[in-house]
């Protein structure tokens, strides 16, 4: 297992994440304990020491059988990880009576890693709102030694990000970031790496593999990337893009099955990261992906001719993001986020953005397709 050195702990370099564990009948909130118990069981043997749940993962049950799973091991023998679901709102007030009760789902004294959950547009400005007391609190456990490092996922933009480390960068050890070859240009993941570059903060990724749909790829591609690489699979081309980069001390996968486990692990035996010709090609592949994807270049022409004063860019951004996924939850928290006179919807239509897009991109009938598409979520 290929390992990463962090302060002074030795992580192993892929982690295992427990928000996708096995479950029974297909509900989410079914935890097949045995599965997941075979699966720790395997991690731990094959070098495996980095575990990551969170208090709303399998529908508040990953903590208490991810707990029970690593409790038939030497606490001195894992690093354990969790979060403060900052997601939800209504538990910005809560962070001791979470934080308590999330030591006693998981069965141990302390934490080894714990993170302020999910900063993004829709809580950036609570989790900044002193009232909470969120980061007195966090700070003093980990004074007190029930939490050994502390620092945050987030899924927001990097403006959300530079206001989240403004304020707290000076003791986050670590960010946690969706971080994938797709995701590099198309969520501006590079951008937010050379972020945290600036704070001194390490990278630990999250999606490598985009929710699994870089695990496969349209057969052009994929017999691109295999006549330079014979014997490597698509997945691992996600993983080795991630072993490229120096910023990176953690790899979390959420594997939802044995199989996926041990494929994972053969990757991480060895490191082989992409040289410049291997680069370019996946770069070429991430084209493919994303063609379709209106060819937005932010220049912001199109907002000094809008009426209703749209940031359009924003709003393409998140288009293009919503109609890739297929739905999912991004788009849909940042547009919540902007008011509605703001919002796709308030578009009228008048075709005076189109008249200066140097793209030449229809931004009115993308406005009214994307309000479609929110609507029918709803």
Same mark, same amino acid.
């Given at each position: 297992m290929v390992t990463r050195e962090f302060q002074d702990m030795k992580l192993s370099a892929l982690g295992f994440g427990a928000m996708r564990l096995p479950v029974l009948d297909g509900d989410n909130a079914k935890i097949d304990v045995e599965a997941t118990e075979k699966m720790v069981d395997y991690a731990?043997?094959?070098?495996?020491? @980095?575990? &990551?749940? =969170?208090w709303g993962y399998h529908e508040g049950n990953s903590e208490t059988v991810m707990g029970k799973a690593l409790s038939r @091991? +030497? #606490? &001195?023998?894992? @690093? /354990? =990880?969790? !979060?403060?679901?900052?997601?939800?709102?209504?538990?910005? +007030? !809560?962070?001791?009576?979470?934080? %308590? *009760?999330? /030591?006693? *789902?998981c069965g141990v004294e302390y934490f080894d890693f714990y993170l302020v959950h999910n900063v993004c547009e829709m809580n950036i400005d609570a989790y900044l709102d002193e009232k909470y007391g969120i980061d007195t609190y966090l700070t003093k456990q980990k004074e007190n030694g029930r939490i050994r490092h502390l620092g945050f996922s987030a899924h927001g933009s990097c403006e959300v990000m530079r206001r989240f480390l403004e304020k707290y960068g000076d003791h986050m050890e670590f960010c946690q970031i969706q971080l994938n070859y797709l995701d590099w240009s198309f969520q501006d =993941? %590079?951008?937010? $790496?050379?972020? /945290? %570059?600036? @704070?001194?903060? +390490?990278?630990? $990724?999250?999606?490598? /593999? #985009?929710g699994g749909r870089l695990a496969k790829l349209p057969k052009k591609d994929e017999a691109r990337l295999t006549e330079l690489r014979p014997d490597e699979k698509v997945p691992a081309w996600a993983f080795r893009f991630i072993q490229t980069l120096p910023q990176v001390k953690m790899v979390l996968s959420g594997m939802s099955d044995f199989e996926q486990l041990q494929e994972n692990i053969k990757t991480f035996e060895t490191e082989k990261p992409l040289n410049e010709r291997e680069m370019q090609e996946l770069l070429l592949v991430v084209k493919d992906l994303l063609d379709g994807s209106l060819p937005c270049t932010a220049c912001k022409y199109c907002t000094s001719h809008c009426p209703m004063g749209l940031d359009i860019p924003t709003l393409i951004s998140m288009y293009n993001e919503h109609c890739f996924t297929g739905g999912g939850?991004?788009?849909?928290? $940042?547009? =919540?986020?902007?008011?509605?006179?703001? #919002? +796709?919807t308030a578009c009228v239509g008048c075709r005076s953005c189109e008249k200066v897009c140097p793209q030449g991109i229809r931004i009115s009938e993308a406005m009214k397709d994307f309000a479609g598409r929110l609507q029918g979520d709803q």
């Amino acid at each position: 297992m290929v390992t990463r050195e962090f302060q002074d702990m030795k992580l192993s370099a892929l982690g295992f994440g427990a928000m996708r564990l096995p479950v029974l009948d297909g509900d989410n909130a079914k935890i097949d304990v045995e599965a997941t118990e075979k699966m720790v069981d395997y991690a731990m043997e094959q070098g495996i020491n @980095y575990y &990551d749940t =969170a208090w709303g993962y399998h529908e508040g049950n990953s903590e208490t059988v991810m707990g029970k799973a690593l409790s038939r @091991y +030497p #606490r &001195d023998s894992f @690093y /354990l =990880a969790t !979060k403060f679901p900052g997601y939800d709102l209504s538990n910005m +007030p !809560k962070v001791e009576e979470i934080f %308590e *009760k999330q /030591l006693e *789902k998981c069965g141990v004294e302390y934490f080894d890693f714990y993170l302020v959950h999910n900063v993004c547009e829709m809580n950036i400005d609570a989790y900044l709102d002193e009232k909470y007391g969120i980061d007195t609190y966090l700070t003093k456990q980990k004074e007190n030694g029930r939490i050994r490092h502390l620092g945050f996922s987030a899924h927001g933009s990097c403006e959300v990000m530079r206001r989240f480390l403004e304020k707290y960068g000076d003791h986050m050890e670590f960010c946690q970031i969706q971080l994938n070859y797709l995701d590099w240009s198309f969520q501006d =993941a %590079e951008g937010k $790496v050379k972020l /945290l %570059e600036e @704070y001194g903060i +390490p990278v630990w $990724v999250m999606e490598p /593999l #985009r929710g699994g749909r870089l695990a496969k790829l349209p057969k052009k591609d994929e017999a691109r990337l295999t006549e330079l690489r014979p014997d490597e699979k698509v997945p691992a081309w996600a993983f080795r893009f991630i072993q490229t980069l120096p910023q990176v001390k953690m790899v979390l996968s959420g594997m939802s099955d044995f199989e996926q486990l041990q494929e994972n692990i053969k990757t991480f035996e060895t490191e082989k990261p992409l040289n410049e010709r291997e680069m370019q090609e996946l770069l070429l592949v991430v084209k493919d992906l994303l063609d379709g994807s209106l060819p937005c270049t932010a220049c912001k022409y199109c907002t000094s001719h809008c009426p209703m004063g749209l940031d359009i860019p924003t709003l393409i951004s998140m288009y293009n993001e919503h109609c890739f996924t297929g739905g999912g939850f991004l788009a849909p928290m $940042v547009i =919540a986020t902007i008011p509605e006179e703001k #919002r +796709p919807t308030a578009c009228v239509g008048c075709r005076s953005c189109e008249k200066v897009c140097p793209q030449g991109i229809r931004i009115s009938e993308a406005m009214k397709d994307f309000a479609g598409r929110l609507q029918g979520d709803q």
